[in-house]
Nanobody
Framework: QLQLVESGGGLVQPGGSLRLSCVAS????????IGWFRQAPGKEREGVSW????????LYSDSVKGRFTISRDNAKKTSYLQMNLLRPEDTGVYYC???????????????????WGQGTQVTVSS
């Protein structure tokens, strides 16, 4: 059964950190680029970060650049999103998705992604 499962979300104070994980099963993760997205209530799903299968390219939205770091371990079929210096506006449900790496110039277009996880809630509040 093909599946992506996110974990690691929670409640954190502004300035704090969280590390999200995305574990794949039922398919070969090596064949896909991984994107992390988030969705706040009443807003569209927003691209946060993206990484190629070979780990050679990482992309970030301007809103998280310098604060978030994406990584992946293909042997463990897992991607990580390290989030530092969190702000209230980072609040939302965070999703991981997979897409062919040829879509690098369109990585933030959610509709292109083949598979998604169920999401993990991140709340940044004092």
């Amino acid at each position: 059964q093909l599946q992506l499962v996110e974990s690691g979300g929670g409640l954190v104070q502004p300035g704090g950190s969280l590390r999200l994980s995305c574990v794949a099963s039922g398919f070969t993760l090596d064949n896909y680029a991984i994107g992390w997205f988030r969705q706040a209530p009443g807003k569209e799903r927003e691209g946060v970060s993206w990484i190629t299968p070979s780990l050679t390219t990482e992309l970030y939205s301007d809103s998280v650049k310098g604060r978030f770091t994406i990584s992946r371990d293909n042997a463990k079929k897992t991607s990580y999103l390290q989030m530092n210096l969190l702000r209230p506006e980072d609040t939302g449900v965070y999703y991981c998705g997979v897409v062919h790496e040829s879509y690098d110039s369109r990585w933030s277009e959610a509709w292109l992604y083949d598979y998604w996880g169920q999401g993990t809630q991140v709340t940044v509040s004092s």
